[in-house]
């Protein structure tokens, strides 16, 4: 079975700066995706940036990337020039060949003006 | 509408009655999946529709669980004889071709469910 484990429960960053949240994952499949949302308060679980486990190329979103490193398991989400609106939780979650997604435990980011 | 949607927003039941949720997945995406969220336990899958196919249930977590989707759209997701450990936030997300974990899962806001 495929687990998620983020291992940062809470971090924070001043406005305008740079933050990286950190997650690792375990898998045998060779084909597969990884994904971040946030979720604010209002709970609405929303697509930050996602990721395609062939394409060695890391996933770029305006002020949101990723370091995926496939050997390591690893796929971090770097938020640059941080904004208010950029406080929430961020989940990490693997899509592989079920249906399924698994999300980490989440992490909870607050910025600070 | 553009999103998922779900109703109620939020839901207070007493233990022993039954509940049920709705969900509005987006026009034109043929799966629709139920997830819980919960402070303990984290998010966790629990129902998956893909087209006329028969659903996979695997992450009920018990018999008071079921849900059923009507004309490729709407689901409902019903708890019977709620317990307190069914308090959770329940979130529904779709997606366009059913591709499971090799797609991208549109969320909607959930429905947080409240048993006393």
Redesign the interface.
């Known amino acids: 079975a495929q687990t998620v484990t983020q291992s940062q429960p809470e971090m924070s960053v001043q406005e305008a700066e740079t933050v990286t949240l950190s997650c690792t994952y375990d898998t045998s499949e060779s ?3 990884l ?1 971040w ?1 946030k979720q604010p308060p ?6 930050v940036i ?1 990721q ?1 486990a062939y394409k060695q190329q890391n996933a770029t979103e305006n002020r949101f990337s990723v370091n995926f490193q496939k050997a390591a398991k690893s796929f971090s989400l770097k938020i640059s020039d941080s904004q208010l609106g950029d406080a929430a939780m961020y ?1 990490c979650a ?13 992490t909870l980011l607050t910025v600070n003006p | 509408g553009a999103g998922v949607s779900q109703s109620p927003s939020n839901k207070v039941t007493e233990k022993g009655k039954d509940v049920e949720l709705r969900c509005d997945p987006i026009s034109g995406h043929t ?1 629709l ?1 139920w ?1 819980r969220q919960s402070l303990g336990q ?2 966790e ?1 629990l129902i ?1 529709f ?1 087209g006329n196919s028969a659903p ?1 249930k695997s ?1 009920l977590p018990s018999d008071r669980f079921s849900a059923e989707r009507t004309g490729g759209s709407v689901s409902t997701l019903t708890i019977q004889r709620t317990q307190q450990e069914d308090s959770a ?1 329940y ?1 529904c ?1 779709s997606s366009l071709f ?1 591709r ?11 429905t ?1 469910l409240l048993v006393l």
């Open positions: 084909d597969y995706y994904f949302y209002s709970r609405q679980m929303i697509l996602r395609e989940f693997y899509g592989g060949s079920n249906y399924k997604l698994t999300f980490g435990k989440g | 799966a999946y997830y984290g998010l899958f998956y893909q996979d992450g936030v979130l997300a059913g499971g974990g090799t797609e991208t899962q549109y969320f909607g806001p959930g947080r």
